[in-house]
């Protein structure tokens, strides 16, 4: 499992969802503030990152371990793609049209200044889109993380498989998952990375060449609330011991049976603070199965820090 959120999967993933209409309940908040930042960097990303199938895996690089890149080792691992690497997957990309490659045709020849520009491009557009996000990105990676971490816990990586989104199947030894096209990768002893994504939207992710380290990059559960939306006014009703005990009880994930058990209140209790704190904003609730995992916002976080905001990375 993938430590967070990778820098560079969120920024070219949010790209497609910029110019998808689809899942404005999620996104449409997000967009709606993204677009007015935006300037010249998105006709380059366009020709490089289709509306739709490959684009080119040097835009998100891979790594062995589990600790993600940040965005500016990521920018510089781009940047210091091999010439030879560049050009064959530029040349992967599919017809193109006349003004798509004119802007490709620079980095067809593999020079360091086109692909100086393309990273600038990247950089430009991962601080208008992403890195204002990053905390509510983190927050849903975090508790995408504790419903496969409790999964592995209780079952081993049978149930961690088993415990993937429903587009993603497990069926021993086999890893089946809803794909655009049908083709298999063969893993030959090499461990699989989960990447879940903020931005990944409907079918998982991997890389094309399967010489590449083996990721699946996919989505995460969204609440039903819109992630950038607000605090309303429920967070006025956040006053009291208990409920502030019970926030604090969430710490890094629990669901509600355990969080009865720390805050010292009943099941049905536990239950409807829990609510309380999701409508005002302070918690994420996903459901697993027949349970449901809490886990803190980034305002809810910040509200246990005495108003410390998250920090950015």
């Given at each position: 499992?993938?430590?967070?959120p990778?820098?560079?999967?969120?920024?070219i993933?949010?790209?497609h969802?910029?110019?998808?209409?689809?899942?404005?309940a999620v996104?449409?908040?997000w967009?709606?503030?993204t677009?007015?930042?935006?300037?010249?960097?998105v006709?380059?990303?366009?020709?490089?990152?289709?509306?739709?199938?490959y684009?080119?895996?040097f835009?998100?690089?891979?790594?062995?371990?589990a600790?993600?890149?940040?965005?500016?080792?990521?920018?510089?691992?781009?940047?210091?793609?091999?010439?030879?690497?560049?050009?064959?997957e530029?040349?992967?990309?599919?017809?193109p049209?006349?003004?798509?490659a004119?802007?490709?045709?620079?980095?067809?020849?593999?020079?360091?200044?086109?692909?100086?520009?393309?990273?600038g491009?990247l950089?430009?557009?991962?601080?208008a889109?992403?890195?204002?996000?990053?905390?509510?990105?983190r927050?849903?990676?975090?508790?995408?993380?504790a419903i496969?971490?409790?999964a592995?816990?209780d079952?081993g990586?049978?149930?961690?498989?088993a415990?993937l989104?429903?587009?993603?199947?497990?069926?021993a030894?086999?890893?089946?998952?809803?794909?655009?096209?049908d083709?298999?990768?063969?893993?030959?002893?090499?461990?699989l990375?989960?990447?879940?994504s903020y931005?990944?939207?409907?079918?998982p992710?991997?890389?094309?060449?399967?010489?590449l380290?083996?990721v699946?990059?996919?989505?995460?559960a969204?609440?039903?609330?819109?992630?950038?939306?607000?605090?309303?006014?429920?967070?006025?009703?956040?006053?009291?011991q208990?409920r502030?005990?019970?926030?604090?009880?969430?710490g890094?994930g629990?669901?509600t049976?355990?969080?009865?058990?720390?805050?010292?209140?009943?099941l049905?209790?536990?239950?409807q603070?829990?609510?309380?704190?999701?409508?005002?904003?302070l918690v994420?609730?996903?459901?697993h199965g027949s349970s449901?995992?809490?886990?803190?916002?980034?305002?809810?976080?910040?509200?246990?820090?005495?108003?410390?905001?998250v920090p950015v990375?």
């Amino acid at each position: 499992m993938a430590s967070g959120p990778d820098a560079l999967w969120e920024t070219i993933l949010s790209f497609h969802r910029l110019r998808d209409r689809r899942a404005s309940a999620v996104f449409g908040k997000w967009r709606t503030e993204t677009r007015p930042r935006l300037s010249g960097e998105v006709r380059l990303l366009s020709a490089v990152v289709p509306q739709r199938g490959y684009f080119p895996d040097f835009l998100t690089p891979s790594q062995e371990s589990a600790e993600p890149l940040g965005a500016d080792a990521a920018m510089e691992a781009v940047r210091a793609t091999p010439p030879d690497r560049l050009r064959a997957e530029i040349a992967l990309l599919e017809d193109p049209g006349a003004r798509r490659a004119a802007r490709l045709d620079p980095l067809r020849e593999g020079g360091a200044e086109p692909l100086a520009r393309l990273v600038g491009a990247l950089r430009d557009y991962h601080r208008a889109a992403v890195e204002p996000y990053w905390p509510h990105i983190r927050s849903a990676v975090e508790a995408d993380r504790a419903i496969r971490g409790r999964a592995l816990l209780d079952g081993g990586a049978d149930e961690l498989l088993a415990s993937l989104p429903p587009v993603i199947r497990w069926r021993a030894p086999v890893l089946e998952a809803d794909y655009p096209v049908d083709r298999d990768l063969h893993l030959h002893g090499r461990g699989l990375l989960l990447q879940p994504s903020y931005f990944c939207r409907g079918t998982p992710v991997v890389l094309r060449d399967p010489l590449l380290p083996p990721v699946l990059v996919y989505p995460v559960a969204h609440p039903a609330a819109p992630a950038f939306a607000e605090p309303g006014p429920s967070l006025g009703r956040l006053l009291g011991q208990t409920r502030s005990t019970v926030l604090r009880a969430i710490g890094d994930g629990c669901t509600t049976s355990e969080l009865a058990r720390r805050a010292g209140v009943s099941l049905a209790s536990a239950s409807q603070h829990a609510c309380v704190l999701r409508e005002a904003g302070l918690v994420h609730t996903l459901r697993h199965g027949s349970s449901v995992q809490h886990t803190l916002t980034p305002l809810g976080g910040s509200l246990l820090r005495g108003g410390a905001p998250v920090p950015v990375s």
